[in-house]
């Protein structure tokens, strides 16, 4: 056969479409709620009306009554939960489990479980004069230097409060689990971040080993974190199916979201920064504090930005957890850095007005070369980058640094910006690469994909990495039968995930090589493994002068030897880069609003932020990440805040038309840019986290361009008209 050298094709770096994007806009793309097993019915959750307090009786026999009510399950033997379900935790706790013929029995069905209560005294109000703040169990006390003694000595200094709502995930699929047993083996379909995790959770819960658990996940319809942890209504199907002896299916609410989910937790912060009159900062004081369930504790991280992203020789933090009659919060994107660079931001904005410095200027003069943490260096930084290219391409230089100056008809104009930080985790993930005879690969790993583009970017590593045209290569996840991978969370995909599938496809093509020049049968046979190279699916010689002719293609070399697949299995690990080199991510955001005068609505007019964020593998995906982290941040800045009547501990806005996220309206004008760069001290293909930083540092932005515009300084979130008036 003759062949003509391919030239080479690179797929990373290029804004590929999302190679499961047909699949999705033709609904196609098979979520967990849309698969269909025969014999199926359908469960659904009776919820605790109180938030304290012990289950005394519960009379089903209204319900069991229904003609297509098949069960209601209020004994939970032989199942493990995080709570006893009969005791209540808090309001909207689930105590009972009706399974029925069809989805509408079942919602009636719940209807018909009459439960009763010995309540008990609750607390739900971080703000209480009897809520109780604890140390953080992980989260410790941090200080250096002689922080109280600075303070004392500073000649400037800014002390601001800050209060953040509750913020809850409100993706647009709502949590969704499909159970079936097969004897003692149980098969999940199901909404999952976190694959591994979620079949051992499944293994603890039910008593079975680990193997013997399959969960399924291809498609996850946004989750920003509320699916990486398996919740106990997961679990509940598993065990009503086997119970029922039929697969069940249970859908929550959209209202049972904000109860069985978790969320972003209340915050309170106090901040100070002490500064000489130059603006060299010489001390921060930070402490905060977060809401939290009794029977479950979550700690935010809020702690961090604070103690490393400005230069300070003195600095101390705290961290406290409020105890409360709630249910769990959790991860929720950017969490902890969100909530402590809103304040470290402001404040930095506060400091720049004071001393009347250019916020820009002042946080480069404020620049450090060392993770002050432990000291060590940085594996790249290029804050200092971020906020330089930000303020040109936002034209930041046409901003009136006097506060309530500059106005547009009736309207305020203001401008505001923060810089934003996020570590890059790494972490250990394995992956399997095949090249079958056809001539097409398929390289699999355990992991998930709830929006990033992960099928998509890991096609285009692999394709690169084995030499093959992206039409010919297909990337799978989403199965706990494939090599485990680490959670599908905290921006650790790409730099985990790819690594992983980056080092199994070089394999592979390595692999190839040398069966290439040790078969007498190969054109490329007696050369040395390093003269030969890959292109299209085909290895050639590179030694000069060599035609065409010396090479083959991957198809032809298995066809001779009679193979039908040649494979490679790897586990890729970070090693021990993170004990020599600090690796983060970078971003400077930049907001305009406008504000009524009249009537002090904030208005978004644009939002610009630059990034450092190492190798981009796919700049269309990239830009689309950013976006979605400003949609986010804008709802955290003017509008999302989960509302509690603390008499029951009930959330009351429980529904989407009472708990207010961005709509088209509230985003006219989003963009981003990334600096050319790549960290290979972070991992062999260079990237940095990206999914959390977006996020991070653009309610400050706005907060501070809200300054700007009318000279309040608005410190609690939601920004609403009450708070400007």
Partial sequence: MTHA?????????????????????????????????????????VCSTVACGDVVRVDTGAALRHGDVLAVFTDFAGIKLSFDIRQVAFFGQPVAVVVA???????????????????????????????????????????????????????????????????????????????????DRLTVWDKVQDISAAQQSYADAMGVPRENVRVISPFVGGAFGSAART???????????????????????????????????????RLTIGADQSGRIDVIIHEGRTESARYAAYEDGLVRSPQLVYRSANMRSTYHVVPLDINQPWFMRGPGAVTGAFALECCMDDLAN????????????????????????????????????????????????????????????????????????????SSIARVFADGTAEVQSGTSDMGPGTYTSMTQVAADALGMPLSRVRFAL???????????????????????????????????????????????????????AVADGYMFSTLAGAGPERGESY?????????????????????????????????????????????????????????????????KLARSQAIGGMVGGIGMALLEAGEMDHRQGRVINATMSDYLVPVNGDVPALEATFLPAEDKIANPIGVKGLGELVIVGVPAAIANAVFNATGRRVTELPITVEKLL
Wanted: aromatic share 8%; net charge positive; hydrophobic share 40%.
């Fill in 478 to 532: 989403g199965d706990s039968n494939f090599p485990p991978a680490p959670p599908h969370s905290a921006s650790r995909t790409m730099a985990s995930v790819g690594s992983s599938v980056f080092t199994a496809a070089n394999m592979l093509r390595d692999k190839f090589i040398r069966a290439a020049v040790t078969d007498p049968g190969s054109p490329l046979n007696g050369l040395r493994p390093e003269n030969v």
């Fill in 354 to 429: 004071r001393l009347a410095i250019d916020p820009i200027e002042l946080r480069l003069r404020n620049e450090t070369d060392i993770d002050q943490i432990n000291g060590i260096p940085f594996s790249t930084r290029r804050l200092t980058d971020c906020l330089t290219r930000g303020a040109a391409d936002f034209g930041w230089g046409r901003r009136n640094p006097v506060a309530g100056a500059t106005r547009d008809g009736e309207s305020l104009v203001g401008m505001g910006v923060a810089a934003a930080a996020y570590y890059s985790y790494r972490t250990e993930c």
């Fill in 555 to 619: 198809q032809e070399l298995l066809r001779r030897r009679g193979w039908s697949v040649l494979y490679v299995a790897q586990t890729w690990t970070p090693g021990t880069a993170e004990d020599n080199y600090s690796t983060y991510a970078y971003g400077a955001v930049f907001a305009e609003v406008t504000v009524d005068s009249l009537l002090p609505v904030v208005r978004i007019r644009r939002v610009h932020a630059c990034y450092d964020v190492g190798r981009v593998v796919n700049p």
């Fill in 231 to 269: 919740w106990p209504h997961q679990l509940l199907t598993a065990f009503a199916a086997r119970r029922i002896r039929r697969p069940v299916k249970l859908v929550l609410t959209r209202q049972q979201m904000h109860s069985g989910i978790g969320f972003r937790p209340a915050s309170r912060q």
């Fill in 5 to 45: 050298i391919p030239a080479p094709q690179a797929a990373c770096g290029q804004p590929i479409s999302r190679v499961d994007g047909p699949l999705k806009v033709t609904g196609n793309a098979r979520y967990a709620a849309d698969n269909q097993l025969p014999g199926m019915v359908y469960a659904a959750l």
């Fill in 101 to 183: 013929r069809t989805l509408e029995a079942a919602a009636h069905g719940v209807t018909l479980v009459d439960v009763r209560y010995s309540p008990r005294a609750h607390l739900t109000d971080i703000d209480s004069p009897q809520a109780v703040a604890r140390p953080g169990r992980h989260i410790r006390d941090y200080v250096r230097g002689a922080p109280d003694a600075a303070i004392r000595r500073a000649s400037v200094v800014t002390d601001l409060e800050f209060s953040i709502a509750r913020n809850n995930h409100e993706p647009v699929e709502l949590p969704a689990t499909i159970a079936k047993w097969d004897g």
